[in-house]
Every structure is written in C-alpha cells, then in structure tokens.
C-alpha cells in the first residue's frame, strides 16, 4: 500500500527520484544533491545527468522500455544545484505497472569518493610506470609480482617474461645471500632500508650498479610482500643504451 511504499522510502540510505518514462521528474523523494520539491518542476532528469552521460540514461530507459530487463545498473555523474559534479552508482527499476508508484524508479548513491581514488590510482600507476627509475615487488618467497616501465628499461625484461619469476634472476649468485639478509631485515622489522649500493643482472648478462631501496608492503598489520625501488649508479644506463 502507499503507506508502506512511503515508509520504505524514507527509511532509504539512497537518493531516490521518480521520473515518467521519458525521463520527466515525477519527484524527488530523497534528494543526495540538495535538490528539493520546489525547484525540479517541470524538469526531466536529464536536466541533473551530466552531459556527457546522457547516452548511458537513454540506454538505461530504453533497455526498460523495451521489456528486456526489470532494472538496469548504472554509474554517471549527476549536478548538483551550484553546477558541481558528483559521481552516482545506482539502479533504474520500472515501477511503471505497479499501481502505487506508476513511475521509473531511480535509486542512487554518492560514489565520488570511490571514483576518485580510481583515479587517484590509475594516475599513480600512470606516473609510476614512466618514472625514471626501476620499480617491482616480490612477495615473500622472493617471486616478482610486479614490474613497471622503468624496470624493463633497467634489466631488459618486459613484465611478460618476468612477473612470476624469482628475484635470482636479476641477483648475482656471489651475493644471493645478502639479498637473503636484506629481505629477513626488512620483513622482521617491518621498516625500509636503503639507499643500499648493490649489483643486479641485466637480461644481457651485463652487472649493473644500483642504489637499491627496500620497502615492506604491509596488509592486515603483517609484510606480505617487499618493493623495490632502484636506480643505475656511475652511467649504467647509458652504457646499456650505448650497448
């Protein structure tokens, strides 16, 4: 009953809004924008998507409309009254039939913090991958779980040959076990070490001088996993581009 629909909807941690099926705004239970019942009159709900995104909305109604589905999925940036962008995931659900709602039936969240630190980390990896010094991870057992631009350009190897492998390939075996000493350090201290002045192999065998920096990856309050981070010492890599 109506009753119970209203209650149900003020008792929602989403915004919720109702739209005709050409996307006119009905109402606007529960606002996440700042928008109140005033100020949507005869506004259509494209009027607070973001341009951009208008396309995705059209899909969502149209796949309703349609009859292939009974609620479609949904991320787009809404406007806020002042212009401002928010990031919402959410549903569209057709309530159309359903005697005590008649109407489209959007549920939305805030996602603006999620989004942007997506973004956040697909610019750290961006500027990790191109930054001018070699940069990997290796997980407990001493195998290479990851690898970015500056470490194929360092040792030769694209991440495709080397992730799965273990740090021995880029370690001379005259010093494998002060890379052991290293890592205990490092693992029972739970602190980085480094700048430390070192050797490690090249794909073409040639022995390059590093300043090698270790760091713990810490989860869950215990090292999983150790970064490293070096840089060639004395021309290096000049010398490997010359080669």
Request: net charge negative; hydrophobic share 40%; with cysteine.
């Amino acid at each position: 009953n109506n009753r119970l629909f209203e209650a149900l909807l003020a008792a929602s941690h989403d915004g919720i809004a109702l739209t005709g099926p050409d996307g006119a705004i009905i109402r606007i239970v529960k606002s996440l924008l700042g928008y109140g019942p005033t100020n949507v009159s005869g506004m259509s709900i494209y009027d607070i998507i973001h341009p951009e995104d208008h396309a995705t909305m059209h899909e969502c109604y149209f796949q309703l409309l349609r009859h292939d589905v009974h609620e479609v999925r949904y991320e787009i940036r809404l406007l806020k009254p002042d212009g401002s962008v928010v990031w919402a995931e959410g549903t569209v659900t057709d309530m159309l039939d359903d005697p005590n709602v008649l109407a489209i039936v959007h549920n939305y969240k805030d996602a603006t913090q999620r989004k942007d630190g997506e973004i956040t980390a697909l610019e750290l990896a961006a500027v990790v991958d191109q930054a001018p010094f070699a940069f990997f991870s290796k997980d407990l057992e001493g195998n290479i779980q990851s690898w970015n631009g500056g470490a194929e350009r360092s040792f030769g190897y694209p991440a495709s040959e080397i992730i799965g492998r273990h740090i021995w390939n880029l370690v001379p075996p005259e010093i494998q076990h002060a890379e052991n000493a290293l890592r205990t350090i490092v693992v029972q201290s739970a602190k980085p070490m480094g700048p430390i002045h070192t050797v490690r192999v090249h794909k073409n065998g040639l022995h390059i001088p590093v300043a090698l920096t270790l760091a713990p990856m810490i989860r869950d309050g215990r090292v999983r996993g150790i970064v490293h981070l070096s840089r060639a010492l004395g021309g290096a890599e000049g010398a490997l581009s010359a080669g």
